[in-house]
């Protein structure tokens, strides 16, 4: 029987089920921390998407569910593709917080360059989330 994780002894590949138990946690702890401080969360929604605290806890909820969904293997295909999904659908929310002062603007003194870096960073960061999630997408070898 197989949790869904490939096994191969490519030197990747033997991250792949120690990275699937921190991916998981990290979300279902992102997820928690939507309905923590949701004022967060809802202040680096665009101003063009509406009820900012409504799709702060949606994403939260679904940070959660899919956190998860990833560490049961029978739902593991399905919820690494919500992530994917999840992610790009987030993604407005991290070019806003790069292009306007919606953070940067909070934080004074010498800390301001580094949460400036910080929010840029998250963009290119994203692509590497995406790919962690979409990792999981992928069937096991050998199981077609």
Do not use: C
């Amino acid at each position: 029987m197989t949790d869904g994780v490939e096994r191969s002894d490519g030197t990747l590949a033997r991250y792949k089920r120690p990275l699937l138990y921190v991916m998981g946690p990290l979300y279902v702890v992102a997820g928690v921390l939507h309905f923590l401080v949701p004022e967060t969360y809802a202040g680096v929604v665009p101003p063009a998407f509406p009820e900012p605290i409504a799709l702060a806890y949606l994403s939260g909820l679904a940070e959660i569910a899919l956190g998860l969904g990833v560490l049961v293997p029978r739902t593991r295909r399905l919820s690494a593709w919500g992530l994917v999904a999840l992610l790009l659908a987030i993604f407005p929310a991290n070019v806003y917080m790069a292009t306007s002062d919606v953070v940067v603007g909070q934080v004074t003194g010498s800390t301001r360059v580094l949460a400036s870096l910080a929010v840029w960073a998250r963009l290119p960061l994203q692509a590497v989330l995406v790919l962690w999630a979409w990792w999981y997408t992928r069937p096991v070898e050998g199981s077609g």
